[in-house]
């Protein structure tokens, strides 16, 4: 079935610094989805991309639809403690219902 | 607005075992998902209900199935339960019209012994 690769599978950072992650697949999705998860929690929806090339912004977060419509990026700038937690891809393809979900991005920030 | 809310928190069920699992939609909303996700990986798409009926599956045995209640509530049963069913089981909610915006529940923690 699809598979999304997301990358890097974690990260530790200092906080204050800028965060990128991405999202690759080898099929076309329509629809592209960012879900943060934290321990004992469901993923919660930051940001959905819904055309191409499309640049969307939820505060600090910044994510991007892929030309090729196959790839996505979340950044996060001036990393803070509360955005510790495993990020998540997701995509939709054209006339799917379900969403295919990356295997995450864990993001530790030391103070 | 209510969110999603799922029931129970925890379950600790034995092999062989049959569970049902509850979801209540968030208000507004009318389709329900279900996902399944192991320790460590992303969630997997179970199936989705609309208007009642079952509205897509992915990869998983019959044994696994669902109901959604005419207030757009769910649950999901899992007959005949097997060690590797243990895992966190999510529920999104979303609007017909915009399905891809998925709401998720906090998740049913499955603990099969």
């Known amino acids: 079935g699809q598979q999304l690769n997301q990358s890097p599978q974690s990260m530790f950072i200092q906080e204050g610094e800028d965060v990128s992650m991405n999202c690759t697949s080898s099929s076309i999705f329509n629809t592209w989805l960012w879900y943060k998860q934290e321990p004992g929690e469901g993923p919660v929806l930051l940001i959905a991309l819904y055309k191409a090339g499309e640049l969307t912004s939820n505060g600090r977060l910044t994510a991007q639809f892929g030309i090729t419509r196959k790839d996505s990026f979340l950044n996060i700038s001036a990393s803070i403690p509360s955005d510790v937690g495993i990020y998540f891809c997701?995509?939709?393809?054209?006339?799917?219902?379900?969403?295919?979900f990356g295997q995450g991005t864990r993001l530790t920030i030391n103070p | 607005e209510t969110g999603v809310t799922q029931s129970p928190t925890h379950l600790i069920k034995t092999r062989g075992q049959q569970v049902t699992l509850r979801c209540s939609s968030q208000?507004?909303?009318?389709?329900v998902s279900w996902y399944q996700q192991a320790l460590g990986q992303g969630p997997q798409f179970i199936f989705q209900y609309y208007r009642e009926e079952e509205n897509g599956r992915g990869n998983f045995p019959p044994r696994f199935s669902g109901l959604q209640f005419p207030n757009y509530s769910s649950e999901l049963n899992v007959n005949a339960l097997e060690l590797d069913d243990s895992a966190l089981y999510l529920c999104a909610s979303s609007f017909s019209g915009t399905s891809y915006e998925q709401y998720f529940g906090p998740g049913t923690r499955l603990t099969v012994t």
């Open positions: 208000s507004g909303h009318n389709t």
């Open positions: 997701a995509g939709r393809l054209q006339g799917a219902q379900k969403l295919v």
